[in-house]
């Protein structure tokens, strides 16, 4: 029996036969409200694997400075001495910390890959509900998570920020002159807007 | 240029009305051809059912060289050079050369809007975080100094924070934008899966071109905002 795609067309039915595995078909409303569901919550964990990827590429980024510094302890006045602590000292212990970087990456891109192609080949089932239901989900997974990733890039560039600002004040210039421009201003002149610009618009 | 509220929603309905153009325009152009073929289908499937079974194989055979005389075979699933496709929809089906040209074009004409789509998300994205920054920071303190999340009120600052990202206007676009982005994509990677060399190549050429016309921008948006705001 030849690999034939079982439609070359969107077409609305309740009847879907053989749907992802051989002998997987689902009849009637309930059937395809059930696929729809589910379809629907991969799509919506797809997007949260990638607002994942982007806080795990914002923490990667992270001035070393701002280790340890919470939103609740933003404020708190941490000299540079303790912030210094916090920085791994040796050259082994900084490879660790790539390492499980790297590793988790790996595994977030591992599962963002394949609920990605799962969702490929849902769709290509040329269902009409499905579609529908692979669009709501990533609408409403946007919804949630584009605003998760947007608090979670002001926090660090806040982070940064506060950094620079001690230090440029202790450096001479005031305060008023270093933030006189926005965030994204500063966060960009001091290089670590670059890295998570083109994450945010996925 | 200032991105005013009204050259965004300016924005907006440009690629909202080109998007409806470019399916009109597929709608309309293969309106007249569909239809004449789905009235000889069904003509010819009523003659066999009235005569009967045993003829069943000749008139399906004679059903197919009447009306699909050029094409024939169904999807065949890898890279071959023919016209005639079913482009996405049952109504959308390209039967002669005229027909794939007019497809070629339409989903070159998509594939270029969806990189567009992309940047200008991405535009509206940086827009909207350097207006939503300054709003919430200005609201919540009163000094030029604190320019982090204070301590003191974290909790009302940080409500501020969420409330103005998830509720405001341009977070809704954003995600209707997002779904559009969506969609496009996989009807481009079903178009894609049509194995039509033809298509194949105005899919790829579209989105090239589409990278060259709107792509340097990605560069550039970061560099201007900084200057000018």
Known sequence: MEAKPMSEYFYFSTTVKNFMFEDLSFHGSAGVVCVCLIIFSFTVLLEGTKSLIFYLRLRQNQNPLTYGKTETSIQTERSPLFSALMIPSSV???????????????????????????????????????LIAVILGSGVGYFVFGAINTR?????????????????????????????????????????????CDKTAR | MIYTRQIRIAYMA??????AMVFAYILM???????????????HGHMDMGNGGTDGHNHVGM????????????MLMFFHTGKC??????????????????????????????????????????????????????????????????????????????????????????????????????????????????????????????????????????DINEHCH
């Open chain 2, 14 to 19: 440009i690629i909202v009305t080109v998007v």
């Open chain 1, 92 to 130: 082994s212990e900084i490879k660790q910390k790539r390492l499980k970087f790297h590793i988790g990456g790996y595994l977030l891109h591992s599962v963002d890959l394949l609920l990605g192609y799962l969702l490929m080949l849902a769709v290509m089932s040329y269902d009409a509900y499905i």
């Open chain 1, 152 to 196: 979670n890039q002001i926090k660090f560039q806040a982070l940064q920020m506060s950094v620079y600002d001690r230090y440029d004040s202790q450096a001479g210039l005031t305060n008023s002159d270093a933030s006189t421009n926005d965030a994204s201003t500063n966060g960009s002149r001091y290089g670590s807007n670059g890295n998570t």
């Open chain 2, 63 to 74: 059903d197919m060289n009447n009306t699909d005389r050029t094409c024939a075979g169904g």
């Open chain 2, 85 to 222: 496709e079913f482009i996405l929809f049952e109504t959308l089906r390209t039967k002669d050369v005229g027909g794939l040209v007019g497809a070629c074009v339409a989903i070159f004409a998509l594939a270029i809007i969806y990189e567009g789509l992309k940047v200008f998300r991405e535009m509206l994205l940086q827009k909207a975080m350097l207006t939503g920054n300054k709003y919430a920071i200005s609201n919540g303190s009163s000094s030029q100094d604190t320019m982090v999340i204070s301590n003191k009120n974290v909790g009302f600052q940080h409500d501020v924070y969420i409330r103005l990202h998830m509720m405001t206007c341009s977070h809704f676009v954003q995600t209707v934008l997002h779904m559009v982005q969506v969609f496009i994509s996989y009807c481009l990677m079903l178009v894609f899966m049509t194995y039509n060399v033809w298509l194949c190549l105005s899919v790829i050429l579209g989105a090239g071109i589409g990278y060259f016309l709107f792509g340097w921008r990605k560069a550039i948006v970061v």
């Open chain 2, 29 to 43: 152009a293969f309106q007249n051809t569909t239809s004449a073929t789905t009235m000889n289908h069904m003509d």
